[in-house]
Nanobody, 113 residues
C-alpha cells in the first residue's frame, strides 16, 4: 500500500517562496520516479516536475528556473522548492508516484497580494 501526504502549502505574496513536502509510505521508494502536479480552479491537472530515483529531473516550461524538485530516499520524502512565485502558480499541488494512480490529497498554494 502506497500513501502520499503533502504539506507546506499556504498563502504567499508574488515573488515569494514556499517549500512543499511529500511523505511517502510503501516499499522500494528509491526505485520510482516521483512527480508534482497542480490543478488550478477550472483547469485540468498539469505536470510540474519529476525526479528519478537517482536524482535526474524534468520540469514544465512554466516553472523551469523557478522551481526545484528534490528527494531524500532514506526519509522517503519528495520536495518542491518554489521561488519567484506568480499568481498563476495558484493551485492545489499534488504528489504522485510517476505513471501510477497513487496520489496525495493535495496542498493548496495561493499566490496573492
Amino acid at each position: 500500500q502506497v500513501q502520499l501526504v503533502e504539506s507546506g502549502g499556504g498563502l504567499v505574496q508574488p515573488g515569494g517562496s514556499l517549500r512543499l513536502s511529500c511523505a511517502a509510505s510503501g516499499s522500494i521508494f528509491s526505485a520510482y520516479f516521483m512527480a508534482w502536479y497542480r490543478q488550478a480552479p477550472g483547469k485540468e491537472r498539469e505536470f510540474v516536475a519529476r525526479i528519478a530515483g537517482g536524482g535526474s529531473t524534468n520540469y514544465a516550461d512554466s516553472v523551469k528556473g523557478r522551481f526545484t524538485i528534490s528527494r531524500d530516499n532514506a526519509k522517503k520524502m519528495v520536495y518542491l522548492q518554489m521561488n519567484s512565485l506568480k499568481s498563476e502558480d495558484t493551485a492545489v499541488y499534488y504528489c504522485n508516484r510517476w505513471a501510477t494512480a497513487y496520489w496525495g490529497q493535495g496542498t493548496q498554494v495561493t499566490v496573492s497580494s
